[in-house]
């Protein structure tokens, strides 16, 4: 029965969201792309924006071009630099507080998803002062428009830059959460390929999958997508299979840079309309509790999650790994859609295991099993469309395989 309700509530939130008002990012595209910064800020009647970032990119120099770019346009703004790899709740309240504080009338977020999130955080906070971060956490809670928002990511993975969520993690509970809401979106999006030259092959590797999996459980998911996510997700697929590798092999190709993160745009808009599903929400358990990298986590159980889906995925499977070039053109019509389905899911484990991905975890603790298996059910269900609803049981089989493949 509990299947039934979940499908029936996923029938009508569908339509539900038909009414609501979509839409993306607007991208800047292309190296050196980090200079159209003032323009949109002028257009947009932007005078102190708030420049939201991690202390690694400051070391690495990064951040001082985009300071630079600032200065030369005699733009007053404000540096926030301590966001952390999974953004908590006091680093959001310490993010608008300084933006209030120092009298800011934009954001920008330069970084991976965490400084991307936390600064989503902190602009519900702006516009929604009364309401706490774990209030405003679940689905459509910030309702107001957030102030100008520009969003440049690090890394090819994400898809925060075009994404209705922001991830959190309640550093009293260790619990992971997003909050959820159209107007997160953010306004523009600078996709700029420069800014990821040389990024470390792990973070790469981890990122790239990321936005491999937000693509793919898009593509799965049974409802809430359209013409267009769909359309979305099988580019990103293909341009991830295409050049992740080339990308991660040398850090210093600016084709494959930019083309992972047009894949990371168009993955994150896919999910963004389509929905996630139990990948990401077991993912979340793990960077709640022992900081795993979102990434490295979505990697790891992209494939288990997949295999144990069966029958119920093989057809859309099949189609991914036709998109992906997996299946030579005298196999496409021979192959059946479960041989294609697996040949699939033994590509994403043959491209973990050659890029240093591991298989399994060995962070995951029996006692903490229970309580991943409640976050996760909560998450998941009776929001997430996915192709199997998984019931605790359910859960609690992938988490130990996760163990058991350490």
């Not at 036709?322 to 859609?337: E, H, P, Q």
């Amino acid at each position: 029965m509990f299947n039934v309700f979940c499908r029936v509530f996923q029938f009508i939130f569908n339509y539900g969201a038909l009414l609501l008002p979509w839409r993306k990012a607007f991208p800047a595209e292309g190296p050196g792309s980090i200079r159209n910064i003032p323009e949109l800020l002028k257009k947009n009647k932007v005078k102190k924006p708030l420049l939201v970032t991690d202390n690694g990119l400051v070391k690495a120099g990064i951040v001082q071009k985009v300071i630079e770019i600032l200065v030369n346009a005699q733009f007053a703004y404000v540096l926030f630099s301590d966001v952390e790899s999974n953004p908590s709740i006091n680093t959001i309240d310490k993010i608008q507080n300084l933006y209030l504080e120092s009298g800011c009338d934009g954001l920008i977020a330069l970084g991976g998803g965490s400084s991307i999130d936390a600064a989503k955080g902190a602009g519900a906070r702006i516009v929604r002062p009364k309401k706490s971060v774990n209030q405003l956490g679940g689905l459509l809670k910030v309702f107001r428009k957030l102030p100008f928002f520009i969003a440049i990511p690090t890394t090819a993975g994400t898809g925060s830059e075009t994404t209705i969520a922001a991830l959190i993690t309640d550093t009293d509970t260790h619990h992971k959460y997003a909050i959820m809401d159209l107007n997160l979106i953010p306004n523009f999006a600078i996709l700029d390929s420069e800014l990821t030259v040389g990024l470390p092959p792990a973070i790469t590797a981890a990122t790239g999958m990321d936005a491999l999996t937000h693509a793919v459980e898009a593509y799965l998911c049974w409802t809430y997508n359209t013409k267009e996510s769909k359309r979305f997700a099988l580019d990103a697929v293909k341009l991830i299979f295409a050049n992740i590798e080339k990308a991660y092999a040398d850090g210093s190709n600016i084709e494959a840079r930019q083309a992972m993160l047009a894949a990371s745009y168009k993955a994150g808009f896919a999910f963004t309309r389509a929905g996630v599903g139990n990948i990401h929400a077991i993912a979340h358990t793990l960077g709640g509790l022992y900081n795993t990298p979102h990434g490295l986590a979505n990697a790891v159980i992209l494939p288990v999650v997949l295999e144990d889906y069966g029958r119920k995925a093989h057809k859309k499977l099949a189609l991914l790994a036709d998109s992906a070039g997996l299946i030579a053109n005298g196999n496409k019509k021979t192959k059946t859609k479960a041989e294609k389905a697996q040949i699939f899911i033994e590509a994403i484990y043959t491209m973990n295991k050659r890029m240093g991905l591991p298989k399994g975890f060995d962070c995951i603790k029996d006692e903490d099993i229970p309580k991943m298996i409640k976050w996760a059910d909560k998450e998941c269900n009776p929001l997430y469309p996915v192709p199997v609803i998984y019931n605790k049981k359910r859960f609690y089989t992938i988490i130990k395989k996760l163990m058991e493949n350490n």
